[in-house]
T-cell receptor, first 112, second 114 residues
């Protein structure tokens, strides 16, 4: 069964304390791994797309990486404004949106 | 800078009532989607429309109907609401099929069915 699992469910860090969020996937034929940020009461906001193992993307304090089985979202020296829920999603077989599977997210909280 | 606009933002229904959630995008995107998000679960696709005039079922279509009114608008209808349909509903759009994973979301419609 195709599945996307994110860990941990929640993560509390001190400002400046770097860490990583994990997204593991068991899908038959990955055609894109996506990261989104979601603030409370808002819709998800697109961050990154990764297509092949070894690929990396960066944006400010965030860096996303991809292996054949999982993706990591590395957060370097986070600030309180980085607090949000981070979602990953896997797209299968270049198909339509019916094959995009979302994980349940990691709630990240950064304390000043 | 509207992007994807959903109405209403909040709604309370009684079991058996019907309602329509409206969604409009101003980015000239071909594809539009309806998802629901429940606590502890990922976003689940209800219906999608790859282009004007076409609609297809997603993972959880039972109890819902959709209409792609034109390229801009995609509505979701609950004909007879049930408490299991209490959720946050998100409309999304994407520019084309090749990059279909890059979804742009609205701010959500919070529905409570009593």
């Amino acid at each position: 069964e195709d599945q996307v699992t994110q860990s941990p469910e929640a993560l509390r860090l001190q400002e400046g304390e770097s860490s990583s969020l994990n997204c593991s996937y068991t899908v038959s034929g990955l055609r894109g791994l996506f990261w989104y940020r979601q603030d409370p009461g808002k819709g998800p906001e697109f961050l990154f797309t990764l297509y092949s193992a070894g690929e990396e993307k960066e944006k400010e304090r965030l860096k996303a990486t991809l292996t054949k089985k999982e993706s990591f979202l590395h957060i370097t020296a986070p600030k309180p404004e980085d607090s949000a829920t981070y979602l990953c999603a896997a797209r299968l077989f270049y198909s339509s949106a019916s094959k995009i599977i979302f994980g349940s997210g990691t709630r990240l909280s950064i304390r000043p | 800078n509207a992007g994807v606009t959903q109405t209403p933002k909040f709604q309370v229904l009684k079991t058996g009532q019907s309602m329509t959630l409206q969604c409009a995008q101003d980015m000239n995107h071909n594809s539009m989607y309806w998802y629901r998000q429940d606590p502890g679960m990922g976003l689940r696709l209800i219906y999608y429309s790859a282009s004007e005039g076409t609609t297809d079922k997603g993972e959880v279509p039972n109890g819902y109907n959709v209409s792609r009114l034109n390229k801009r608008e995609f509505s979701l209808r609950l004909e007879s609401a049930a408490p299991s349909q209490t959720s946050v509903y998100f409309c999304a759009s994407s520019p084309d099929r090749v990059n279909a994973g890059e979804l742009f979301f609205g701010e959500g419609s919070r529905l409570t069915v009593l």
